[in-house]
C-alpha cells in the first residue's frame, strides 16, 4: 500500500528557511516520480518541482528554482523539500505526491497516482 506522508510545516519569517519532509511506502524511489505541489488560499494547486529518478532530473517551477531544492535519504524513506528564501506569498499547503510515470506534464496533477495529505507553510512576520 502507497502512503505518503508529509511534515515540517509551520511558521517562518520572510527570508527564513524551512524543510519539509515526505515520508513514503510501499514503492521505491527508482520506480516512482516524486513531486511537491502547493495550494494556497484563492489559488489553484500549482506544481513546486519534481525529481525523476528514472533519469535523475529535477524539474523546477520558474518562480522557486533557485530557492527550492530536493533532496532524497533512501535509507529512511524520506524526500525532503527545503526552501529558502521564504516569502509571504510562499504560503500555502504543500503536498508531496508520487507519479509512476509522468506523461506529459509534471505539473499536471493527474500525472500523480498518490497524494499526502499536506502540510501548512505560513510565511509571515
Known amino acids: 500500500q502507497v502512503q505518503l506522508v508529509e511534515s515540517g510545516g509551520g511558521l517562518v519569517q520572510p527570508g527564513g528557511s524551512l524543510r519539509l519532509s515526505c515520508a513514503y511506502s510501499?514503492?521505491?524511489?527508482?520506480?516512482?516520480?516524486i513531486g511537491w505541489f502547493r495550494h494556497a488560499p484563492g489559488k489553484e494547486r500549482e506544481g513546486v518541482l519534481c525529481?525523476?529518478?528514472?533519469?535523475?532530473?529535477?524539474y523546477y517551477a520558474g518562480s522557486m528554482k533557485g530557492r527550492f531544492t530536493i533532496s532524497r535519504d533512501t535509507a529512511k524513506n524520506t524526500v525532503y523539500l527545503q526552501m529558502n528564501s521564504l516569502e509571504p506569498e510562499d504560503t500555502a499547503v504543500y503536498y508531496c505526491?508520487?507519479?509512476?510515470?509522468?506523461?506529459?506534464?509534471?505539473?499536471?496533477?493527474?500525472?500523480?497516482?498518490?497524494w499526502g495529505q499536506g502540510t501548512q507553510v505560513t510565511v509571515s512576520s
Open positions: 505526491a508520487a507519479a509512476e510515470s509522468i506523461a506529459l506534464d509534471w505539473t499536471a496533477e493527474y500525472e500523480y497516482e498518490y
Open positions: 510501499g514503492f521505491s524511489l527508482d520506480d516512482y516520480d
Open positions: 525529481f525523476s529518478s528514472k533519469n535523475d532530473r529535477t
